[in-house]
């Protein structure tokens, strides 16, 4: 099996205690028969990642949670199981449970070589 290649990246930042229900990345390229992977981080008590979506339809699902230093910090790990059709500008979309502060979250796409699904 081939080993994944890093194609390219971008994030956002959702800045201090003023967040939101939501956060959006910046666009991107993303390549053809690649994979999407998100990281996102944010420091609210209760509050989870309830779905992450993008603006090319991709389905992604979450490969893992850790709590941070502290019973209010969430970092979770989501992928796209699938390969991606590839586009010009995607923007991914973090969707939170409730208003988080403290967000963050970037997305990468990375090339596999022609691997039909990494479930």
């Known amino acids: 099996m081939a080993l994944p290649v890093f194609v390219r990246a971008t994030g956002a930042y959702g800045g201090g205690p003023a967040g939101g229900p939501a956060l959006t990345t910046s666009a991107m390229a993303t390549e053809a028969g690649g994979y999407l992977f998100v990281s996102t981080t944010h420091y609210t008590p209760g509050v989870n990642?309830?779905?992450i979506t993008d603006t090319v339809g991709n389905t992604f699902v979450r490969a893992g949670t850790v709590q941070g230093g502290d019973a209010n910090q969430d970092n979770e790990i989501w992928y796209t199981p699938n390969p991606i059709t590839g586009t010009l500008s995607n923007a991914v979309i973090v969707k939170y449970t409730a208003s988080a502060?403290?967000?963050?979250v970037a997305q990468c796409c990375f090339s596999?070589?022609?691997?039909?699904s990494i479930t």
């Open 112 to 116: 596999w070589g022609g691997t039909s």
């Open 49 to 51: 990642v309830s779905a």
């Open 101 to 104: 502060s403290y967000r963050d």
